[in-house]
């Protein structure tokens, strides 16, 4: 069921008539045609302070935007992928400094891109093994196919790896596809988005002996009671779905996606990188267990201090991503922000240009979806959308703008 708002926001250090700009804010974005509809929860010492939503979620039906809607979270998967590992590295299951190989032999030839075209590159064998920590920090040379800016991506779009993946391809083939392509460079020595919560879903699946979303269900969403998250739609949430929009071509209004689609049956590819359907209130919930420090309603998923290490930043010389990544898209500003295990984490507000607090950690989703932990203040903050991609508007810089310049105490 939908969180209750709580009557007095003030109590919780935020002045009520400020965060209602947030709701005149967004309201904007559909009234103009640039967004479908949107939700938006704000939390603080996990009660809920402000809540909203508006527009439709399905605007040919006419259907409004509910409480209980139900989203393709895409990248917002990822953290959770990362909670899944590091249940296992808790139990001593494999080191942040295992090689990759270690779980899938495939990984073991990989091989770095030099020169030449889509059509013939040329690769060299890598010096530095692919190692776990580079999937959890994205740092291990594997890249996403709609970058559409070097000769690896191409090379992903070539393999049917876009948005999507090959028919009949399941996670276990996925990754022996990628481990035959090269990586854009050696492991470790570059910060890139891509595939690598996707080979680091794997790892979980060979380690553990079971698929990830029975994974998934058993050690986080089952304790979490995250009862509308899974990687497919089942037929009480299918009235509850929105649809997926795109701005339509030179213009900033909304039409539905090519890419829109309701999978009911369970999907071969469970893609850790980008595969779960979710609500607003289910992903508070795994917020509010991180700003716990890995513990919720008396369910511990992970000991304090493993939390405390997965959201502080892991680039090398504690860089930002600014100088660490190499230039393209990602669902994070560059300046000032770090990275940690599966979340950026703020290390820098200033360089940021950003309203918000050191180590706060955050990601966002392709459809234009956003979530943050702010554990110095104990703020949690969800929007949910569907406008693919997310690059579309700037709605996450000025949600933050909104949240925190409505506090007050």
Not at 40 to 56: D, E, F, K
Not at 141 to 149: D, F, N, R, S, V
Not at 179 to 208: K, T
Not at 317 to 326: I, K, M
């Amino acid at each position: 069921m939908p969180t209750a708002q709580t009557d007095d926001p003030r109590q919780l250090g935020f002045d009520a008539d400020r965060l209602a700009r947030i709701d005149r804010h967004f309201r904007r974005y559909v009234d103009d045609g640039r967004l479908p509809g949107w939700q938006v929860l704000v939390s603080r010492h996990q009660q809920l302070a402000y809540t909203a939503s508006y527009g439709m979620r399905d605007i040919d039906a006419g259907t409004p935007w509910s409480d209980d809607t139900v989203v393709r979270l895409f990248s917002m998967t990822k953290p959770i992928t990362a909670v899944a590992a590091m249940i296992l590295y808790e139990q001593g299951l494999f080191d942040l400094n295992d090689p990759v190989a270690k779980f899938i032999p495939a990984f073991g030839d990989a091989r770095v891109y030099r020169s030449g075209s889509v059509f013939k590159p040329v690769s060299v064998p890598a010096t530095e093994p692919m190692r776990m920590w580079h999937l959890l920090t994205h740092t291990s040379g594997l890249t996403y196919g709609w970058h559409h800016q070097s000769v690896t991506d191409a090379l992903y779009r070539k393999g049917g790896w876009e948005w999507g993946a090959p028919p009949d391809t399941d996670l276990a083939a996925a990754c022996d596809l990628w481990a035959a392509m090269p990586l854009a460079f050696e492991p470790g020595s570059e910060w890139l988005y891509g595939v690598s919560s996707d080979v680091l879903g794997r790892v979980v699946e060979v380690i553990s002996g079971v698929a990830l979303s029975e994974f998934f269900e058993r050690h986080i969403l089952g304790p979490l009671k995250m009862t509308d998250t899974a990687f497919e739609v089942d037929e009480s949430q299918r009235g509850r779905v929105a649809r997926l929009y795109s701005p339509f071509p030179g213009s900033e209004k909304a039409f539905l996606s090519p890419l829109e689609n309701s999978p009911t049956d369970p999907p071969v590819f469970l893609s850790g990188g980008g595969g779960l359907w979710g609500t607003a209130d289910d992903y508070l919930r795994f917020c509010h267990m991180l700003l716990g420090r890995g513990e919720l309603d008396g369910e511990r998923l992970l000991g304090s201090r493993t939390v405390d290490f997965m959201t502080r930043n892991h680039l090398p010389g504690g860089v930002d991503l600014e100088t660490f990544g190499r230039p393209g898209f990602s669902e994070s500003n560059y300046r000032g922000m770090g990275f940690g295990l599966g979340v950026s984490v703020v290390i820098d507000p200033i360089a940021n240009g950003a309203l918000t607090s050191a180590g706060t950690y955050s990601w966002g989703g392709a459809a234009s979806t956003v979530f943050w932990c702010d554990p110095s203040e104990q703020i949690a903050v969800i929007f949910l959308t569907q406008l693919l991609p997310s690059s579309t508007h700037p709605i996450r810089p000025e949600l933050r703008q909104l949240v925190y310049s409505s506090m007050v105490d």
